[in-house]
């Protein structure tokens, strides 16, 4: 069963220290959202989980697999970010296609699968400047999953939409990784994204998790005044 394990994950930069000993568990199929305020540590985390940062010291683990030295490539894992990075140069059906590996009967049902679960079936011949931000987010999303990774790291994917698409898109994309069945840890500085989306939060300050919990339990017994 594949999740995530962090022990003991420590990061300094020069003599800041962004994190501090942080212990997390994503489990299979779980849905975990890391919340806090910027530079509370949250995205370097995620970076270290992802292999683009190594930790000061501490290990990450992917499954049963220890992977703290392992580049990104060999982690099995997807990552969507704030810029969605999808290829300019390709169309949407190629940016989709572009990790996978089978037959070509076998990747055009998967593309279309995907781009018809994000509502982007009638967009497979487009390319990445016909689209608006939003339909970039999901064709970015469709090409994480394309692979079927068991894990998808997400850096606050929403921050470039406008309210009005936020949360439809929010709402799709989480109806599009539960069916998939992965495992999700997503990084916000928003409670009202964490709340809606979040199986658990992990709520982080300075460099630590300070609480964890399913959302209605951090709402209503915070840990703090500065939790609440």
Do not use: W
């Amino acid at each position: 069963m594949a999740g995530i394990r962090v022990e003991k994950v420590s990061k300094r930069f020069g003599k800041v220290e962004a994190l501090k000993g942080v212990d997390l568990e994503v489990r299979d199929q779980e849905f975990l959202v890391l919340l806090g305020p910027s530079g509370c540590g949250k995205t370097t985390l995620l970076r270290i989980v992802a292999g683009l940062e190594a930790p000061t010291s501490g290990e990450v683990y992917i499954g049963e697999r220890r992977v703290t030295h392992l580049p990104p490539r060999l982690r099995g894992i997807a990552m969507v970010f704030q810029n969605y990075a999808i290829f300019p140069h390709l169309t949407v059906y190629e940016n989709v296609a572009f990790g996978l590996h089978g037959s070509r009967a076998e990747n055009d049902a998967r593309v279309m699968e995907l781009l018809g679960k994000v509502g982007m079936g009638s967009y497979a011949s487009a390319y990445p400047h016909e689209l608006s931000g939003g339909e970039q987010q999901r064709v970015a999303l469709a090409r994480a999953l394309a692979p079927r990774p068991r894990i998808m790291l997400m850096d606050e994917p929403f921050s470039g939409l406008d309210d009005r698409l936020r949360d439809e898109i929010r709402d799709q994309t989480l109806d599009v990784l539960k069916s998939e069945g992965t495992a999700v840890l997503l990084v916000t500085h928003e409670p009202g994204e964490a709340m809606r989306m979040a199986d658990e939060i992990a709520l982080m300050r300075n460099g630590k998790i300070v609480q964890r919990g399913a959302p209605y339990n951090i709402y209503n017994a915070p840990v703090d005044r500065a939790a609440a």
